[in-house]
């Protein structure tokens, strides 16, 4: 376990090596100037150097990078260029709605598509199953700014259950900040009007979010789970009397799982991309936005930044990944 | 003769998937009397396992069509009971011991896991006594360190070892019948004898009946007291394993022993069956060995019925019929 633990850091070192490595090419790489873009229109040429100056632009690519990777292992990601900030705390105050979004999302995507992966698995070819795989194939084809306008249409603007937009109502003042979720921080907060509302808020975006990932569980779990029911190991248990239910769950659901956890845990990057669009249709407050911004003001460092970020996050993902795979599948133990 | 533990009556089955029916199985009949060990032989196809799967009922349902006959199990008709009443049989009265022991155990559990799942489920045991019978259980299929093999994974066990472990959980619950599916298929010769060995002993100080599959006639020969020959889901003979190896009357079973490899006779040539085997979506209306058959007359187009040619070896070959008139 703990040697499992240190390869996969040493790992993480690499890979976030790597990752600075080609951000910081791909930055300077691409076309535009953010010495223009910070100037504002007609800037003479004395303006732009005293800015290159500024930032270092001036120097050589690679003095540059060698900075850029010192400040890194500080925890120093730079200074945005539009805003002038330490882009840390910048991501820092943007990144804990993201993830809150993001881990409500997955949550949900597991807690239902695995059940209906399974339900979809042993009544495979009945009505259960159609209408579980209709449901998912819904999730794969329908566009997830479309299905959250749908679902905004519905909600908020017919029914008047949900709120649109924000992580909560403007007249609340947001929880003390203990976690940056704001749905934990107001239940240790002792609010209930606030926690209410916070969760309010979480349904729609989680769940237009989450749809996409739930019908990539489903189908994942559900031919997992028709592999494993087709094992010689399910039918000793059944011709050994083994109740349905424990058949189900401790034969063929969790051999299931091993191969659909890899999987899952893999395309939860997908979900931090989705993300970005989800956030902005219910104008969440969010890494989205914070990118977007970023891009269009060719903000390098700041995008440099959230690449980090999200490249580490990813990393973080897979040893999870790896460490719950270990624990489930004995051969790996070894 | 005491009541038979099991007994198969004219059983014909089909699998019928969309458009085409399969059948596979055509009036087999069987029985087995308490404590003894009958043989079932056949080529690949010729519908053993499908016949022991109908037993405890474990065909895929949607596909499986019983057309004719009976199966009674200690007096319960089988395919007139419920899923939940044979449920109840399988483990508990009915063992089963699979071919693949490499795949036959769940591999994210522990050996003693499944075992005390497997007790547990069929009877009232305490938690600590059903964990005591694990112990006990592994013994007795002489697994030499139950103690270690109880906390270990399949995957950390050898192919006879596994096997073991799945006779084990067969035998837990002391079952009226077991059912060997071509228990020594996938292991090596000198394991093979021993596996034999050990359902034989389990067998007789149990007093379990057992049904055991091979396309092996070696180990039906070594094994058996009765044998039932099947050829593409039709019984051709049946008899005393003596009777049947030493003096089979239906050309099939001859050519099957005649195909044989000899150890001592290196030179000539093994002895294969011509032809091939029957398409079982178009089976013929008669004898169903008829087209490879070297004794074919006339008569073979009529299907023969399984008929005693001798005390209690039956045959169903127009052939004999007419060689002992």
Same mark, same amino acid.
């Given at each position: 376990?703990?040697?499992?633990?240190?390869?996969?850091?040493?790992?993480?070192?690499?890979?976030?090596?790597?990752?600075?490595?080609?951000?910081?090419?791909?930055?300077?790489?691409?076309?535009?100037?953010?010495? $223009?873009?910070? $100037?504002?229109?007609?800037?003479?040429? +004395?303006?732009?150097?005293?800015?290159?100056?500024?930032?270092?632009?001036?120097?050589?690519?690679?003095?540059?990078?060698?900075?850029?990777?010192?400040?890194?292992?500080?925890?120093?990601?730079?200074?945005?260029?539009?805003?002038?900030?330490?882009?840390?705390?910048?991501?820092?105050?943007?990144?804990?709605?993201?993830?809150?979004?993001?881990?409500?999302?997955?949550?949900?995507?597991?807690?239902?598509?695995?059940?209906?992966?399974?339900?979809?698995?042993?009544?495979?070819?009945?009505?259960?199953?159609?209408?579980?795989?209709?449901? $998912?194939?819904?999730?794969?084809?329908?566009?997830?700014?479309?299905?959250?306008?749908?679902?905004? *249409?519905?909600?908020?603007?017919?029914?008047?259950?949900?709120?649109?937009?924000?992580?909560?109502?403007? +007249?609340?003042?947001?929880?003390?900040?203990?976690?940056?979720?704001?749905?934990?921080?107001?239940?240790?907060?002792?609010?209930?009007?606030?926690?209410?509302?916070?969760?309010?808020?979480?349904?729609?975006?989680?769940?237009?979010?989450?749809?996409?990932?739930? $019908?990539?569980?489903?189908?994942?779990?559900?031919?997992?789970?028709?592999?494993?029911?087709?094992?010689?190991?399910?039918?000793?248990?059944?011709?050994?009397?083994?109740?349905?239910?424990?058949?189900?769950?401790?034969?063929?659901?969790?051999?299931?799982?091993?191969?659909?956890?890899?999987?899952?845990?893999?395309?939860?990057?997908?979900?931090?991309?989705?993300?970005?669009?989800?956030?902005?249709?219910?104008?969440?407050?969010?890494?989205?936005?914070?990118?977007?911004?970023?891009?269009?003001?060719?903000?390098?460092?700041?995008?440099?930044?959230?690449?980090?970020?999200?490249?580490?996050?990813?990393?973080?993902?897979?040893?999870?990944?790896?460490? *719950?795979?270990?624990?489930?599948?004995?051969?790996?133990?070894? | 003769?005491?009541?038979?533990?099991?007994?198969?009556?004219?059983?014909?089955?089909?699998?019928?998937?969309?458009?085409?029916?399969?059948?596979?199985?055509?009036?087999?009949?069987?029985?087995?009397?308490?404590?003894?060990?009958?043989?079932?032989?056949?080529?690949?196809?010729?519908?053993?396992?499908?016949?022991?799967?109908?037993?405890?009922?474990?065909?895929?349902?949607?596909?499986?069509?019983?057309?004719?006959?009976?199966?009674?199990?200690?007096?319960?008709?089988?395919?007139?009971?419920?899923?939940?009443?044979?449920?109840?049989?399988?483990?508990?009265?009915?063992?089963?011991?699979?071919?693949?022991?490499?795949?036959?155990?769940?591999?994210?559990?522990?050996?003693?896991?499944?075992?005390?799942?497997?007790?547990?489920?069929?009877?009232?045991?305490?938690?600590?006594?059903?964990?005591?019978?694990?112990?006990?259980?592994?013994?007795?299929?002489?697994?030499?360190?139950?103690?270690?093999?109880?906390?270990?994974?399949?995957?950390?066990?050898?192919?006879?070892?596994?096997?073991?472990?799945?006779?084990?959980?067969?035998?837990?619950?002391?079952?009226?019948?077991?059912?060997?599916?071509?228990?020594?298929?996938?292991?090596?010769?000198?394991?093979?004898?021993?596996?034999?060995?050990?359902?034989?002993?389990?067998?007789? /100080?149990?007093?379990?009946?057992?049904?055991?599959?091979?396309?092996?006639?070696?180990?039906?020969?070594?094994?058996?007291?009765?044998?039932?020959?099947?050829?593409?889901?039709?019984?051709?003979?049946?008899?005393?394993?003596?009777?049947?190896?030493?003096?089979?009357?239906?050309?099939?079973?001859?050519?099957?022993?005649?195909?044989?490899? /000899?150890?001592?006779?290196? /030179?000539?040539?093994?002895?294969?069956?011509?032809?091939?085997?029957?398409?079982?979506?178009?089976?013929?209306?008669?004898?169903?060995?008829?087209?490879?058959?070297?004794?074919?007359?006339?008569?073979?187009?009529?299907?023969?019925?399984?008929?005693?040619?001798?005390?209690?070896?039956?045959?169903?070959?127009?052939?004999?019929?007419?060689?002992?008139?």
């Amino acid at each position: 376990m703990l040697r499992l633990i240190r390869a996969r850091l040493a790992m993480l070192v690499i890979v976030l090596f790597g990752v600075s490595i080609i951000t910081f090419l791909m930055a300077h790489v691409l076309p535009g100037d953010p010495t $223009a873009a910070l $100037a504002g229109p007609h800037p003479s040429q +004395e303006t732009l150097n005293s800015i290159r100056t500024q930032f270092g632009l001036d120097k050589p690519l690679p003095v540059q990078y060698i900075k850029y990777l010192s400040n890194l292992f500080h925890g120093n990601l730079g200074t945005s260029i539009r805003s002038q900030q330490p882009i840390t705390q910048e991501i820092l105050a943007f990144f804990p709605a993201t993830l809150e979004l993001v881990t409500v999302a997955f949550l949900l995507a597991i807690g239902i598509g695995i059940p209906l992966g399974v339900i979809a698995a042993v009544k495979k070819n009945t009505f259960s199953d159609y209408v579980i795989r209709l449901f $998912a194939v819904g999730g794969v084809s329908i566009p997830l700014f479309w299905g959250g306008l749908v679902m905004i *249409l519905i909600f908020y603007a017919k029914l008047g259950w949900l709120p649109a937009s924000g992580r909560l109502d403007i +007249e609340l003042s947001s929880p003390e900040t203990i976690t940056g979720f704001y749905f934990i921080d107001a239940l240790f907060g002792g609010d209930k009007e606030t926690f209410i509302n916070v969760l309010k808020h979480l349904v729609m975006p989680s769940l237009a979010l989450g749809y996409v990932q739930l $019908a990539f569980i489903v189908r994942q779990v559900r031919s997992s789970m028709l592999d494993a029911l087709s094992q010689d190991y399910y039918l000793t248990g059944r011709a050994n009397g083994l109740s349905h239910r424990f058949l189900v769950v401790r034969y063929a659901l969790r051999n299931a799982l091993i191969p659909s956890i890899t999987i899952i845990g893999l395309s939860f990057g997908s979900l931090l991309g989705g993300a970005v669009v989800t956030e902005t249709v219910f104008d969440w407050p969010g890494m989205g936005k914070y990118v977007t911004d970023s891009i269009l003001g060719r903000d390098f460092p700041a995008i440099m930044g959230f690449t980090v970020v999200i490249a580490l996050a990813y990393v973080i993902i897979n040893l999870l990944v790896d460490l *719950l795979v270990y624990s489930l599948d004995p051969q790996t133990r070894k | 003769m005491s009541e038979l533990v099991l007994e198969i009556k004219n059983l014909s089955l089909s699998f019928d998937t969309q458009g085409a029916s399969a059948s596979i199985l055509k009036n087999v009949e069987l029985h087995i009397g308490p404590g003894e060990i009958v043989g079932l032989v056949g080529e690949s196809g010729s519908g053993k396992s499908v016949t022991a799967l109908a037993i405890s009922k474990l065909l895929p349902t949607q596909i499986t069509k019983f057309s004719s006959g009976s199966i009674v199990f200690n007096g319960i008709d089988i395919l007139a009971s419920s899923e939940t009443e044979v449920a109840k049989l399988r483990g508990k009265r009915i063992g089963f011991v699979f071919q693949e022991p490499m795949t036959a155990l769940n591999p994210t559990m522990t050996i003693g896991k499944q075992l005390f799942h497997v007790i547990r489920r069929h009877s009232e045991l305490t938690k600590t006594e059903a964990l005591a019978k694990v112990r006990t259980a592994l013994e007795e299929v002489l697994i030499s360190k139950p103690e270690v093999v109880e906390n270990q994974y399949p995957f950390q066990l050898s192919g006879g070892m596994r096997q073991r472990v799945v006779i084990a959980m067969a035998m837990a619950a002391n079952p009226t019948l077991l059912i060997a599916d071509e228990p020594t298929t996938a292991l090596d010769v000198t394991v093979q004898a021993e596996i034999l060995n050990l359902i034989a002993k389990l067998a007789k /100080d149990h007093g379990t009946a057992v049904l055991l599959i091979s396309h092996d006639l070696g180990v039906i020969a070594n094994s058996c007291s009765r044998v039932t020959v099947l050829y593409a889901g039709e019984v051709v003979e049946s008899g005393i394993v003596s009777e049947v190896l030493r003096k089979p009357q239906h050309p099939y079973t001859q050519a099957l022993i005649k195909s044989l490899p /000899d150890i001592a006779d290196r /030179d000539s040539l093994l002895e294969t069956i011509a032809g091939e085997f029957p398409d079982l979506r178009n089976r013929p209306e008669g004898c169903i060995y008829a087209p490879r058959c070297p004794k074919k007359f006339e008569a073979c187009e009529v299907r023969p019925m399984l008929r005693i040619a001798k005390d209690l070896h039956s045959v169903a070959c127009w052939a004999v019929e007419t060689t002992e008139k």
